[in-house]
């Protein structure tokens, strides 16, 4: 999993990049269009060299997307306030529509007692590039998930991409795990005191 989340970060990352790097050279060719007298030539070749820009990032975008698409993990892009986008797969784990969990905060779909958890966690993506936490999501029909997160800033306006996998599963496996550890050992038949003398089996000489 680790490894599909480094894939996607990079891939969001270099969709990044290249859009900072068009708008870069756009405002900058509208400086240089305003204040030299530039040929067609050289107009045309750095007309031809953003549309190669806009072309490879596209590509890259579709990669992503159908990254996303298909991915069995949950993907998800968010500011501090709400959800930017989110992916299939975690539309179908909590059963929610992209709209209804866009328009409202993430905290919301965060389980009642771990939302304290949450708002930490998410002052501590402030604070490093890359981070991981756990935290139970209620689902539309009321059923709770855990989702493992692993989180990235991406920039200085708190925009956050993140992965997640849901072990729900696992999670459950653990919790009846310690729930039999913690029950009192039960005393066998044999092992209960029953105040008679054991009766001693005759034999036949």
Same mark, same amino acid.
């Given at each position: 999993?680790?490894?599909?989340?480094?894939?996607?970060?990079?891939?969001?990352?270099?969709?990044?990049?290249?859009?900072?790097?068009?708008?870069?050279?756009?405002?900058?060719?509208?400086?240089?269009?305003?204040?030299?007298?530039?040929?067609?030539?050289?107009?045309?070749?750095? $007309?031809?060299?953003?549309?190669?820009?806009?072309?490879?990032?596209?590509?890259?975008?579709?990669?992503?997307?159908?990254?996303?698409? $298909?991915?069995?993990?949950?993907?998800?892009?968010?500011?501090?306030?709400?959800?930017?986008?989110?992916?299939?797969?975690?539309?179908?784990?909590?059963?929610?529509?992209?709209?209804?969990?866009?328009?409202?905060?993430?905290?919301?779909?965060?389980?009642?007692?771990?939302?304290?958890?949450?708002?930490?966690?998410?002052?501590?993506?402030?604070?490093?590039?890359?981070?991981?936490?756990?935290?139970?999501?209620?689902?539309?029909?009321?059923?709770?998930?855990?989702?493992?997160?692993?989180?990235?800033?991406?920039?200085?306006?708190?925009?956050?991409?993140?992965?997640?996998?849901?072990?729900?599963?696992?999670?459950?496996?653990?919790?009846?795990?310690?729930?039999?550890?913690?029950?009192?050992?039960?005393?066998?038949?044999?092992?209960?005191?029953?105040?008679?003398?054991?009766?001693?089996?005759?034999?036949?000489?």
């Amino acid at each position: 999993m680790l490894e599909l989340a480094v894939l996607v970060l990079t891939v969001l990352t270099i969709l990044a990049g290249i859009q900072i790097f068009a708008k870069w050279q756009v405002g900058r060719m509208t400086c240089k269009a305003k204040s030299l007298n530039t040929s067609a030539t050289d107009k045309l070749l750095r $007309f031809q060299k953003l549309e190669r820009l806009a072309s490879d990032k596209l590509s890259a975008m579709s990669y992503a997307e159908s990254i996303a698409n $298909f991915s069995t993990d949950c993907i998800a892009i968010m500011d501090p306030n709400k959800y930017l986008y989110v992916n299939p797969k975690m539309l179908e784990l909590l059963g929610y529509t992209r709209e209804e969990m866009i328009e409202k905060s993430w905290v919301d779909f965060v389980a009642p007692d771990d939302k304290a958890k949450s708002l930490d966690a998410t002052e501590a993506m402030s604070l490093t590039s890359l981070k991981h936490f756990i935290v139970d999501f209620m689902c539309k029909d009321g059923h709770r998930v855990t989702i493992w997160w692993t989180t990235t800033k991406q920039d200085e306006n708190g925009v956050v991409y993140a992965i997640g996998k849901d072990i729900s599963q696992l999670n459950g496996e653990k919790q009846n795990q310690q729930k039999v550890r913690g029950r009192p050992k039960r005393k066998t038949r044999l092992e209960e005191p029953t105040g008679r003398k054991p009766i001693k089996k005759k034999t036949h000489k």
